[in-house]
């Protein structure tokens, strides 16, 4: 090798190794710069209260009537007159339908024409008992002929009393040709119209339901049961049935307890009676129901949309005092109006995330945004 190539090489190794340390430098530099922060995570808070709330059970509801008549014709006869509409209210004793009397009045009038005409016959027969006493206690009649006398009278007055029977058997059939409402309630489709023959205890001329007060009929879990009664003994138990999430709930209170459990279920049924005072509640109709056990003072409410699930359970995000996010697991207890109570991890007056929880993690820096 010559002389100027072994210069040469020389100062090209001498080039790669100040290139190697200018970048070995620059690396080193830039892998003592921080991280850059992150920004701190918008969140929207809500603090816990303590209040006392009710403790309820949740269930759905069958709206009954309090009371169903249906309504048939005792005798037979042609409706001659309907004095309601389909769907009318009706108070107690109201007259519904008028059917053909005619006969029972004729009947009614040929009894008493009977009646009179054995009252007559057993008048004279007692004339007779009372002058063969005479002539008997003379000996001028045999005991046979006075007991023959004594006989007729006895018969004829039997006869009196069978007289008497008939015609109140006929008044009652004239009295069933007005067929009157035993309930207050309201009428549902009418079965037959005016102008139909209607044969005694035949066919149903319509269906009255009574709906003030009115019943709605529920389940609850056996399990649930002992607190129920425990509770009821005391005093009366509130029954809320919700229409809708929107309404106002109509206020009732518990009235009945099955006498059984459902083996099938595990369910046992319950019956509230309610006022209806505004008939908003309707035979048939599906309704939500809460019923009330009792208070429970104390309690650490939080908005419900707080609470998170997890893979360890259910879990919040606490926010200290110095804006920063604590993920800390909770038990919960019962919701009501999209608050739950929480049981165990919580105190009154800390400040829980409610909105943003997604892009927080433990320890993450929070800012605080206006409630929408």
């Not at 309090?66 to 006869?77: L, N």
């Not at 053909?100 to 009646?115: F, H, M």
Request: charged share 20%; net charge positive.
């Amino acid at each position: 090798m010559t002389d100027g190539s072994s210069k040469s090489l020389v100062v090209n190794l001498g080039r790669w190794l100040i290139f190697l340390f200018v970048a070995a430098g620059l690396i080193y530099g830039c892998s003592k710069k921080e991280k850059p922060v992150p920004p701190p995570v918008p969140v929207v808070v809500a603090s816990a209260v303590e209040k006392t709330i009710p403790v309820q059970i949740n269930a759905i509801g069958n709206v009954e009537p309090y009371q169903t008549i249906s309504v048939k014709a005792q005798i037979t006869g042609e409706i001659k007159k309907v004095n309601f509409k389909e769907g009318q209210d009706v108070g107690n004793g109201y007259l519904l339908f008028e059917l053909d009397c005619r006969p029972y009045l004729e009947a009614v009038k040929q009894a008493e024409a009977n009646l009179a005409r054995d009252e007559a016959q057993a008048k004279n027969a007692q004339l007779d008992l009372e002058r063969y006493t005479a002539l008997l206690e003379e000996q001028f009649v045999t005991r046979q002929q006075y007991d023959q006398v004594r006989t007729n009278a006895a018969a004829l007055a039997a006869t009196l009393k069978a007289d008497k029977a008939v015609i109140e058997n006929n008044r009652v059939q004239v009295h069933y040709c007005s067929i009157h409402s035993p309930i207050s309630g309201r009428t549902g489709s009418l079965k037959l119209n005016q102008g139909n023959i209607v044969r005694a205890n035949d066919v149903e001329l319509v269906v009255i339901n009574q709906i003030q007060p009115i019943y709605v009929t529920f389940t609850i879990n056996e399990k649930d049961l002992p607190a129920v009664k425990k509770y009821q003994a005391n005093e009366k138990l509130k029954v809320e049935a919700f229409t809708s999430k929107d309404e106002r709930p109509e206020q009732g209170l518990l009235t009945f307890i099955d006498n059984a459990v459902n083996k099938v279920t595990g369910t046992i049924l319950l019956k509230g009676t309610f006022a209806n005072s505004e008939k908003r509640l309707w035979p048939g109709q599906f309704v939500t129901v809460v019923l009330t056990l009792r208070k429970e003072p104390n309690a650490i409410m939080i908005p419900s949309q707080a609470i998170q699930t997890g893979q360890s359970g259910q879990y919040i995000f606490v926010i200290k005092p110095d804006l920063t996010a604590e993920m800390r697991p909770v038990t919960i207890g019962a919701s009501i109006g999209g608050e739950t109570a929480v049981v165990k991890g919580m105190q009154a007056g800390e400040r829980v995330v409610t909105d943003g929880q997604l892009r927080i993690i433990p320890g993450a820096q929070v800012t605080i945004k206006e409630t929408p």
